[in-house]
């Protein structure tokens, strides 16, 4: 038979009531002909809770234990869900990780899955069970301890699962309809895309599109894996939410698919740096060692053997970021004559794989900026994103601007 | 090392702050140089919650994930109790049911133990680890699904592991500070025990004394661990509580140990039966079959072929009963002239290993309930306990006479 994997998040569980309606979308993919694996977070507020009293018992927890207690919210989730299934006459039995196994690193709290055989469940399926219910988010180590595999651990789960399975698709149900243009918060003109290309949800995830953890879309790219995401607040309807697929299944689309933003940013400019060999090496690898996450980098052209040199990152790793190049400077790695710090900037980028056959995409986004006195500061530009870094005050302005050249509020 | 089980209840687990004050406990232990196994309840009110979301999903649910959901609240207290005993220096680490593994039969929610295998946590006890805190009430059946064993489950599981591992003692902290003479609301007289033996120590809990679950004792007596019923609200000391042991370690005892009772019985008699070989069989039977838990059977003696039929059960069973016996009736399985019910009475026992060496302690009793004018309607007795059926509202006045006359407010 065909299958199906269908995840259900925190909010999705959140009582009793949404798990009753969580399992009627099960049965409607059942009914279809479809056997499922059903991945399921803790009921939301529930892990919240859990890590709270981890915390009030020991500061400096034993992650091991830490485990051990977080995932129990999962478990209860995944039980009430078989039970109801089996309330609706659906063959169902619940799962945790120790009982599949998901076999995974022993890096508790960040664990990485090592394999997710498939005999057990495989052969409840054989027996005529219809749906697996998984608990989300966890595994077990070669020890026998429970891991966890920290934030957004269950959609990867589900990404997994559907993986190992070969489903024929992963259905991340949340409590948002799907993947915008941009965030309809900041741009009103904001569309739902039917369709979205991996490489390109990428982009939009580790710039700050919160729908989907970027380790679950990298996992479902290596591996294929078809994502829909979805609400499960909305009637079931076989269009709703946004596909996240490769890019083949995407015959046409705008050289943009949409425009990311990121409002905690930071500029640091190194005035007057000796243009040396190794000179880069010198000034970032202190920082990295520091913790700080680089992100855009541009060096000046070069003035009688000096330059200057600008980096970005996030704006409450400034004082880390200033206190490395402190003690690189004390160390004589590297001299500069001035630091300047711009706490008042943010990232816009434009993503779209479309970029690649359409020219012209950069000098479109400019000019747009420019039409609206946007004065650009930095710019770095990959094959399917450039990004820019302008003055804060002006973000809303420059998402709503691109939105509009780029005619993101039309289907192409 | 010697080795102590402690078993710390819900109310003595309840919060985070009585975690914290149990852990103590445990750590004053280790300190006198014990290895010990902790095992814990989920906190007061969990297991309810977990149990009425279980209701609220499936009316009928199916007891496999019952118990897979129900059992997570051990789970919680297991990693929390490591968590905190950790802080405290103690190397210490939690177990669930399938990492000991605690193999029990498949009767799920009323699962028995089947083995307890001890290399896992002896292996860790040998790597230096002091206390193993073990998740109560749970286990693991041949299938892989996890168990629970019922009411009163973690009692069990800590007779279990102290026979398993030969615990020097097995201390069972609760919200009670012993057993006592009789029920001190019905008593002020009534006097805690230092000390009871295994067997009176089963009729009062099945008298409805609630300290212990009959399971717990039975095991216990059977394995010969010696129990320690005490109060995790009470300053720690080494005199603390009442010790359930064999009947060798009580040197001196009274006649009696403790008065015991239970409000809630029915008396039933079946008016001229006719009184012929087989006529026991015809009317028990049938009763047994309806799940009425008949306790005390006098028949009187015969006149004319024809007797009278008493016998005691559970007030809220009387219905059953009555209908079981019309259909028995109707079937032609035995006759009689009228069935007279007695809801307004009550069973009052005394109970004590001494009555094998002490004669008369039934005359003494009748004595002492006639001085108070107090009829009764029923008596049975075993070797170390006397039961009398009387009118429910003699019951206090029968307790407290007893108890003075058999002189248990003061100690052998």
């Avoid at 369709?195 to 390109?200: Q, S």
């Amino acid at each position: 038979m065909p299958l199906l994997v269908m995840k259900f998040g925190g909010t999705s569980v959140a009582n009793i009531d949404r798990i009753h309606r969580a399992a009627k979308r099960v049965a409607l993919e059942v009914a279809k002909g479809y056997d499922v694996i059903v991945i399921v977070s803790a009921m939301s507020g529930k892990t919240n809770e859990l890590v709270g009293w981890v915390g009030e018992t020991s500061p400096l927890y034993d992650a091991r234990e830490y485990d051990a207690v977080v995932s129990s919210g999962e478990n209860v989730t995944a039980g009430l869900m078989a039970l109801r299934l089996q309330e609706m006459d659906i063959p169902a039995r619940s799962w945790q990780g120790w009982q599949v196994p998901i076999l995974t690193t022993s890096a508790h709290s960040a664990a990485r899955f090592i394999d997710i055989p498939r005999a057990n469940i495989d052969q409840k399926f054989a027996e005529g069970f219809r749906v697996a219910v998984v608990a989300g988010f966890q595994g077990v180590s070669a020890e026998g301890r429970i891991t966890t595999l920290g934030r957004g651990g269950s959609d990867t789960t589900a990404v997994a699962f559907a993986a190992a399975f070969g489903a024929e698709r992963c259905d991340i149900y949340t409590d948002v309809d799907g993947v915008y243009t941009t965030d309809p918060r900041i741009c009103d003109r904001a569309r739902k895309l039917d369709r979205i290309a991996f490489e390109e949800m990428l982009e939009l995830a580790s710039l700050g599109a919160k729908v989907l953890q970027t380790r679950s879309v990298e996992l479902a790219m290596r591996y294929k894996v078809r994502l829909r995401v979805l609400s499960s607040f909305e009637e079931p309807s076989d269009t709703a939410g946004t596909l996240v697929c490769g890019e083949e299944e995407i015959m046409e689309s705008n050289a943009v698919a949409g425009v990311a933003f990121s409002r905690d940013e930071a500029k640091m400019t190194l005035i007057s740096v000796a243009d040396r060999p190794g000179i880069a090496a010198a000034i970032f690898g202190p920082l990295a060692e520091a913790g700080v996450n680089v992100d855009m980098i541009v060096q000046n052209i070069s003035e009688d053997g000096r330059t200057d040199m600008t980096f970005s990152c996030p704006n409450d790793q400034v004082l880390r970021a200033e206190k490395a190049i402190a003690e690189a400077k004390a160390r004589g790695d590297f001299n500069f004559s001035d630091l300047v710090t711009d706490l008042a900037v943010a990232k816009v980028s434009v993503v779209g794989i479309g970029m690649r056959s359409h020219a012209g995409v950069a000098a479109q986004m400019f000019k747009a900026l420019s039409a609206e006195g946007i004065n650009i500061k930095v710019i770095t530009t990959s094959e399917i994103k450039i990004s820019v870094l302008i003055d804060r005050k002006y973000m809303e302005l420059a998402v709503q601007a691109l939105h509009d050249i780029f005619g993101l509020d039309k289907a192409a």
